[in-house]
């Protein structure tokens, strides 16, 4: 049977194709099949749709499929059903319990970035590692096999470095002081950073205030090879691009299997061509780890599979139950680490964090015994602050911009506290939520400013927290958020009485 | 923010909106989220999707929404983020190896049936269950939910009965001649069946060749009432509709945890207000269920899981390793059914089996003692040839209708053996698709004549397998994967020889 080619507005970041009800019954076809398209000399394995959107006689193709495949509109296709990809039935395997053979893995892996794959099929996938679990190797043959798939840098010479942190922790920018002080010592450090999923703000989303971080792998290894460093956003790049469609079903199903994660940061280590890692595992009351013994395995893992894969990983845990910085948001926290590095002061929880992170590295590559030292001397002699705005220029951005000159939201609103007492939890998740209403990470200058920290005395009356947005109505719904939630509690110190008549 | 409403052509049975992908990031929307619409004083909740379909200050609405909720366009639609349905987090328990209480089971089934948990929201569903398994209880709860949140048959008298079978066999269409014979003996029987899904013809299909299928679920009580019995498509009524959409999702994954066989079959008996059940398991290489084990077990869970609900089960193994009949697809089996009632001969598998079935409900109901030679005798008088066709004459059909005059394909092709010997095997998955190459179920003259059964003596040149189709590109394509596959395979007597020299 021939059908008659027509492009339809169907948004598809895959090959789908689309036929009248009437057609599709004719051909045998349910939702979720597969059909083989011939055109001319071209044919392409697209997922079939029904839908009114076309008559019968015709095939609807989605514009990304007409353009990748250079169809035209009135064109004759032939339309054949075919087999689901065997992948499937690995992921199956996996389902019944069993273990995939590293062929297996990289066929799945393989129809993931190859967008052959399907949502449910992929959500098959991580269900069944998140529940059955996963070997060392099988970890280690899905990292493979996602760098395999994708883009990959390499540097012609230099140490390679790279750090990340598993997120998850409000205010915790820390990498935008550590990178350029990591670079200073003349390590090159290819960084790629992820844009919030849930949060209000992720590395990129920040750094994208003071510069351009769509950059293609082949400006990340130029500006890195110029200026020593890079803070860019992995997902322009098209290293590990399984992981990306792994990341998205994982975001609608709420579950991120600890295999999964893993191979997420490792892919992209290898995937810049990094040697030596530096991983930050935040640990605390509502952070994604919650426990330390969590936090130990998982850092275990990271050594164990970067030991197999070629790298050498140390990982951190470090103090993740309250945000590190008091800025929650892209404008608000650009313009705390700038305003950070125009004072040199190292007496700060996010200069700490960051010195101890280079300082990791450092000691790791061998350039100094005592790297934390090292690493202060360069910070405190302004080299971090003026590393970071040469990788601001070589990203296109305004390297003379000073913290004062960033724009933040002008609708703003003031919480303050009911009582005297002492500020006794914060709640990370409360701040995220009312950040993300007021606008961020999408609005630069939205965000929420945290006036006192865990153990801070507080007066009736004192600021506990600012929101900032850009519209008048993401406010609103900021302060409701706010008012629902209770983002900071502050206590007396009497908490509670037993045997006191009343 | 207000959107102006705008009807989309988006193929949706379930409240869909999309937004233009600036006014998404706008509101903080990822994929998968979902948002409350207020519409004057309508609301409701709804998946978001991003399409450039429709413009930034549009909301576009899929026209199974537009009608459900009576909107019209160019009204102005209020938008906010709302967080996931509770149900979620109960599947969520099951993924970490937990237990659904009564409530939480409740509250799934209900997303379910009411269309608010999305597919890969049911996936997860389907594969927690899978791999974790399910209580008895939990099934149990799970079966109420399906029956509580459909349509449900009662019946003011009489004494209610039923028959199904899980299926997987072709050329299994017994139960069109065990459901007459049952209800001349005065029991009502208000059978529900299955259109195809993988098969090549579902008992409802075949029967749609006789009669109209798709009877509402008043219709079916007035037709038992009056004539004793009927055979529809569930798919037409609404019992049990959390259980359609599952087995949607399911289909896609290629998976059915057992739990939800056993629900599926179970919410369908209870929905239709029967209380003796007979339910067929055939057991075979090839089919649904391989080993006689795997068999018992899934009877017992069916007999125990019915004296929880209420209901009286008595589920039997059958021979389940080759096809009942000769004829497989809609038209040619309900040609060889009608043949054998007009033919009125006990001597033949398929009478066999089906008045064994109509034998165990007289037996259950204690309406005779000796089931089998009480429902022999109705078969042989002829009674059940002419209670069946006062059924198809209350569903709407010809009552008159004789086998010879029941149609089937003109275009065909017989394939005949190469060599002689005996035939030893009867590919069941070949001889589907072959009958679904050629058409079936949808053209309902399509299907698949077998000339041989396991054990038959075969000559070289003896027709083995006979394709009938209605359209000539349908019949190549049955001819192309019946060369591929081996639906018959003719062995000599001599299969494998050692120690032969050369």
Redesign the interface.
Known sequence: ?KYRLKVV???SEKFTVVLNQSDA??L?L???DRVKVIVGKESFVAEA?????VESGEIGVCSFTAETCRLDEKCMAEV?PVS?PKS?EFI?KK?D?GKYSAVEMKSIIEDIAKNVL????I??FI??N???GMSEEEVQWMIEAMVENGERISFERGVIVNMHTIGGLPSNEFQLIAVPTVASAGLLIPKTASRA?TSASGTADTMEVLADVNLSIEEIREITEKVGGVIAWGGATNIAPADDRII??E?????SPRPHAIASLLSKCLGTGSKFVSIDIPVGDGAKIETLETGRSFANSLVELGRRLGLTVTATLTEGSQPLGNSVGPGLEAKEILGILEARSAENPLVEKALSFAAILFEMTGIANDGYSYAKKIFESGKTLEKFREIIAAQGGNEKIKADEIPVGDKTFTITSQRNGIAKKINLQAVNEIA??A?AP?DKGAGVYIHKKRGDVVKAGDPLLTIYAEKE?KLDNAIEVARAEAPIVVSGMILEVYGRSR
């Not at 749709?49 to 959107?53: E, I």
């Open positions: 049977m507005p169907l948004r019954e004719d045998g349910l939702p979720g749709d029904f839908t009114n959107l054949y689901r499937v199956r389902l319990g399907n949502d449910l099929e959500s098959a269900l069944a998140e529940i059955v999923i998205r079903v975001y609608q199903l709420e579950i993300r209403s606008g999408k109505w």
